[in-house]
T-cell receptor
């Protein structure tokens, strides 16, 4: 089991460029999500998905797009990179179990710098 | 809007000491609370999950408590070891991945 795999690990972008952060999980989890982690602010939810074909916005969705065409993959697209998007990005997945919650598995993160 | 605060922001203790990390949240209408560990340059690892109907959970040297009415949770680490050095984050949520995180407590255990 690879768990949650994120690529790339490190990326430097110029302002205005676009790119896609990849996330894949091999645990057949329904839930997938993207968070960003900034110093002193904890993790903040960008977008999430409860299953293939279903996505929704989190706390900080502006400047990002997602899609969920398969259960396994949940890519995050930066449309036009800005320095404010310099951050560490984490993808996470879990089973759906109603409202009781489940163990969440995180990827190892993608460090993005926008210059 | 739910806000989660963790105190202290950083903690340095000698090996063998028992310690308590604190987490508070503003909206008591939560379904669960989770504690995570994050090592430098790594992702998060779930340590303990407390359902809203539970008061505490234990795993080895770790014990987490939850008091919904006061909006507080504590993570107790017994007999701390250098390998416990990491950032500890708490998060509250309705369900699934939709969590609100605190900023974390950076723990250093000195040998």
């Amino acid at each position: 089991n690879a768990g949650v795999t994120q690529t790339p690990k490190f990326q430097v972008l110029k302002t205005g460029q676009s790119m896609t952060l990849q996330c894949a999980q091999d645990m057949n989890h329904e839930y997938m999500s993207w968070y960003r982690q900034d110093p002193g602010m904890g993790l903040r939810l960008i977008h999430y998905s409860v299953g293939a074909g279903i996505t929704d916005q989190g706390e900080v969705p502006n400047g990002y797009n997602v899609s969920r065409s398969t259960t396994e993959d949940f890519p995050l697209r930066l449309l036009s990179a800005a320095p404010s998007q310099t951050s560490v990005y984490f993808c996470a997945s879990s089973y759906v179990s109603g409202i009781s919650g489940n163990t969440i598995y995180f990827g190892e993160g993608s460090w993005l710098t926008v210059v | 809007k739910q806000e989660v605060t963790q105190i202290p922001a950083a903690l340095s203790v000698p090996e063998g000491e028992n310690l308590v990390l604190n987490c508070s949240f503003t909206d008591s209408a939560i379904y669960n609370l989770q504690w995570f560990r994050q090592d430098p340059g790594k992702g998060l690892t779930s340590l303990l999950l407390i359902q809203s109907s539970q008061r505490e959970q234990t795993s080895g040297r770790l014990n987490a408590s939850l008091d919904k009415s006061s909006g507080r949770s504590t993570l107790y680490i017994a007999a701390s070891q250098p390998g416990d050095s990491a950032t500890y984050l708490c998060a509250v949520g309705p369900y699934g991945n939709k969590l609100v995180f605190g900023a974390g407590t950076i723990l250093r255990v000195k040998s």
